[in-house]
């Protein structure tokens, strides 16, 4: 570690940095800048030692958009305490100073009612930028801490490079939104982290597995039948840019978000062939992943699924090709002999990986006159199903492991080959066993160590640590030989890998699987260590010549062209700095003023003085980007919690705001009516507005009319007789949030501003306050909320009395009333939750409806 800290080797920090760390470290601190790191060069280190420099009462840093395991660490390392519920309790707590994570919805809320001290803030620390868009929450937090502070430093860290190659100058975008002038890129071809790394390298072995000659002919035919299809679907829409759409692309991670950036605008002109094309990639790409992951039984099942006539209806032909007939002969041939016995040949891997562990590492150990007890191997695979898999492989043996997966997989075996006949007098037990449940898939990680006792040829080597509470590391006893196998991300945690070699300081690692990130972690860790400390040898498992090494090498092509082309884009930028006093015009924050001052102007008088547009806003609308660029176009808002409407433009205007899915449930539901009825009643000028999705099409056709209930003649008859009962009632279609800013904008020239006393007294005794909502799932409130039965009304009691869905169901209609106090109310809500619908002939009702299940969320969120 020593060796590469060069010129910084003076500087100290808290948390230990590397050379190259030190000077991104020292850059950030210095300057407003956008961080872009590679993928696997993680930033919570540099992010610690800035925040452990603030960490006094004095100061007031805020830290924004990280996810759940970013906040947790952060909480963790500095016994962050969250914020209070309510907003009396959060202002003191502002005042007091310190480091928060802060939800933006909150925050937005709170710096509106100034209720933060937004001149006193120190900074603000921006987690996953490249998410950061100008109509976010985020973005609407920058804005108003920067219209009011433009001391306090701003400083934003991304490991997504890629994100930001997606549309037209994204990067200067997002740079804006962040309100940063100073872009840093630090690709892994960076000299200074070359040099660093190759001061102390891990010992690396690549050891190349060959395919099986049935999977290699099964790997061709794959990529045949996706060559295929992927020049018919580009032959059929030659009209549509369709150039990412490659074989090569389908077998990367990342495939299914470049279907979304090619397609998503363009869905609904598609023909049924073209999706059906679509659908048929995906289906291949998850097989030629499988081929390579899963063992030959597991494989074998998953193909038999498709060789079905109902799947050869809704396909778009392939398998009827002869390649796919070849396909499916290979798989079975996989499985079983020439004799129609049970045979299923091996995963290449499981023997290598068995040689590693039970020959080569203990024979390893023994040259270096070590203790194979006190021995550390840790076992890195892709996903929780490979590790299940590879866990039940080294504790039950490989034909063990295979004969029970064929009883769970319900596959036919008439007869078994001889190795097999031993597991055949077991089969009575199977019923109760389930090597793969759904709740193993769930694990990440499990610890073995090795068998003791003498042991029969048959059984295996290897046995579970059962008495690790939690798989907490640090309780393994030091007189056993510990192997870890772990998940690359446990549960999507880009930071797990790092604790774990922190924790576990494993001697041997043995990749199972490739991934860019976990190299460079490795590579981390081994710079890290003290002179004195062993050298980690790596063992790398991986398949030559077939799709895992050419996704792992198009990953590392695809982030090396996203760095060229963002120091590119870096070396064209022109960004002023805030000495030149340009700033403010470059963000766009003076655009208040300048608008007002034309509304000055235009109203016909130099005296007179039109006050700034008022907008009220419901809290619960802050979930969506409107108040985020209505306030960007220079209007001010007010967030209430009303019940009537969802914006207040004027005291005679009053807008309800309704996506099309929102559009569907609240048609369904009867929800609408009610809420065009005080709209109506309230108002003179009621507004339904129907926005769509600005990354969608602008129709109400295709992949938007979702529902088996509602088709799209169906949603416009409900709405024409809507107008119907409601003369009064407009309805307003936008394409996107920004043509509905816009829109406000124009409805207000002119007009009063809407009175926040007089909306908040129609709302009536149902106001509640301004926060509650944010205790809720947000889920769950929103799926409470379109049940019938369930109003703006009672929707809060039901919130706070109610402890889940599970709950909610347990209880009586006499229950119900006396949370509702309604008994209308209570006996549809009753009715919905309990009696059974009629079952329907048509196929087009016994159609499965939705795949999310909110089954056993509590309602509140602490």
Known sequence: MDDCDGEYAAIETKYPLLS?????????????????LAKGLNYNNIISNILWVYKNPANLVLVLNGNEHEEKYFSENFKISPLPNTGTEREKAYLEGGLFLASTRILVVDLLKNRVPVKHITGIIVLRAHTVLESCQEAFVLRLFRQNNKTGFIKAFSNSPISFTFGYNHV?????????????????????IIKCLKSRQAQVEELHVPLTPNMNNIQSCLLDIMNYTVK??????????????????????????????????????????????????????????????????????????YRTPE??????????????EHLFRLARGRVYNSKNEFDPELAPKWQCLSDLLIKEIPDEVKKKNESLNSTKVLILCL????????NHFLTMGANKYLFYTAFRRDLTINAVSSKYKNFNDDISQLSGENPESEAEFNKSNYVLTQVTQPIDKEDSMFEPITEIENLDLTQIEKDKPIICIQTFKQNGNHLSLEQTLEALRPEYIILYHSDVAAVRQIELFEARKKSEEAMSKV??????????????????????????????????MVVPSYQDGKTDEYFNLNVEESETTNDTRKAGGQNQVKEKPVVIVDMREFRSDLPSLLHKRGINIEPVTITIGDYILTPE???????ISDLIGSLNSGRLYTQCTHMCRAYTRPILLIEFDQNKPFNLQGSFVVSSDLS???????????????????????????ATAELFYELKQGRKNPNVEEAIALSGENSIDDICYERYNALIHDFVHKLPGVTSKNITRIMNRGISLDHLITLSQESLYNILENKKEAEMLYSILHIKAKPSDSKKDEKAFGKRKFGGKVFNKK
């Not at 760390?21 to 872009?36: M, S, V, W």
């Not at 077998?251 to 090619?262: A, G, R």
């Not at 799947?311 to 796919?324: E, F, H, K, T």
């Not at 090494?549 to 082309?565: D, G």
Request: hydrophobic letters at 40%; a positive charge; glycine letters at 2%.
């Open 20 to 36: 190259f760390e030190k000077q991104i470290f020292t850059d950030t601190f210095e300057k407003d800048a956008l961080l872009i």
């Open 653 to 659: 205007i009053c807008v309800e705001r309704k996506s």
């Open 232 to 305: 018919q679907l580009k032959s059929i829409n030659k009209n549509i840019n369709l150039q990412e759409i490659t074989t090569e692309n389908c077998i990367t991670k990342k495939f299914h978000k470049i279907l979304q950036s090619q397609l998503d605008c363009v869905w609904h002109q598609l023909s049924t062939r073209t999706k059906e094309y679509i659908q048929d990639l995906k289906i291949l790409r998850t097989m030629i992943i499988n081929l390579i992951h899963d063992d030959a039984v597991s494989f074998y099942a998953l193909l038999s699924k």
């Open 383 to 390: 996903d929780n199903k490979t590790c299940s898999q590879l």
């Open 311 to 324: 799947y050869a209806q809704v396909n778009s032909g392939w398998i009827l090709l002869d390649s796919a």
């Open 539 to 572: 063992y790398f498992l991986i398949h030559d010549k077939t799709v895992e090494e050419q996704s792992y090498l198009t990953a590392l092509r695809r982030e090396k062209q996203a760095f060229e082309l963002l120091i590119q884009t870096k070396s064209i």
């Open 712 to 738: 799209g003649a169906d949603i416009q008859q409900k709405l024409q007789l809507l107008t119907i009962h409601f003369p009064r009632l407009k309805l307003v279609w936008s394409p996107s949030p920004y």
């Open 172 to 192: 200067e975008k997002v740079m804006r939104a962040l309100f940063v002038t100073e872009l840093f890129l630090w690709p892994r071809f960076h000299g200074n």
